[in-house]
Structure formats: C-alpha cells, structure tokens
C-alpha cells in the first residue's frame, strides 16, 4: 500500500515564499513520476484539481503555466520525498495542495487513482 503525506503548508503574503514536501512509503511499483497537485477554493471533486508540476525519476519536470518560473519542483530518490518550492506566491495560489505519484511519460504526467496525500493548505494574503 502506498502512502503519501504532505507537509509545509500554511499562511504567508504576497511576494513571499514557502516549501512543500511530501514523503513516500511503500512499493510504488512501476510508478515513475511524483506530483504536485491544487485544488482551488470553492472546488470539492478531484477531478478539479489543477496539476502544479511534476518530476520524473530521471528529473524531466514539467510545470503549470501558471507557476512558471516561482515554483520548482525536486524529488530525492534516496529519501522518497519530493518538495515543492514556491517563490513570489500570489493571493491566486491559495489552494489545499496534494501530492501524487503516477506515470511521467513524453512529457505529460498521468496520476494513478487513488494515490492522492491528505493535503496541505497553502494560503497566500494580499
């Protein structure tokens, strides 16, 4: 069974800059990609949920137009662990973050249903 749990969430303002880090336990299987996902306020289903970046287990990254040049995404093999940098963070940012794993393949990523963390919120003042 494979679990993820996020960590670093919280209130910052504009400008400012927070890490986000999710760790992975168990037997990910042929799963090659790890993920940062936003769900924004006012959404529920998971299926809103918006792709921030994702990182392959050869270190191909990918990354949301939206967070492009703020945000940079890094995994530690040896740890499991994959961390989200956010830098300059807007009020748009606010959002509960997920973490996920999945299949990074040709430049898109594919999460696996069902291997979602619990969640962080991140919560950006104007």
């Known amino acids: 069974q494979v679990q993820l749990v996020e960590s670093g969430g919280g209130l910052v303002q504009a400008g400012e800059s927070l890490t986000l880090s999710c760790a992975v336990f168990?037997?990910?299987?042929?799963?090659?990609?790890l993920a940062w996902y936003r769900q924004p306020p006012g959404t529920e289903r998971e299926i809103e949920r918006e792709l921030v970046a994702a990182i392959s287990d050869e270190e191909a990254t990918k990354y949301a137009d939206f967070v492009k040049g703020r945000f940079t995404i890094s995994r530690d093999g040896a740890k499991n662990t994959v961390t989200l940098l956010m830098d300059n963070l807007k009020p748009e940012d606010t959002a509960v973050y997920y973490c996920?794993?999945?299949?990074?393949?040709?430049?898109?990523?594919?999460?696996?249903?069902?291997?979602w963390g619990q969640g962080t919120q991140v919560t950006v003042s104007s």
């Open positions: 996920s794993t999945g299949h990074y393949k040709n430049g898109d990523y594919y999460p696996a249903a069902g291997y």
């Open positions: 168990g037997d990910t299987g042929t799963l090659n990609g």
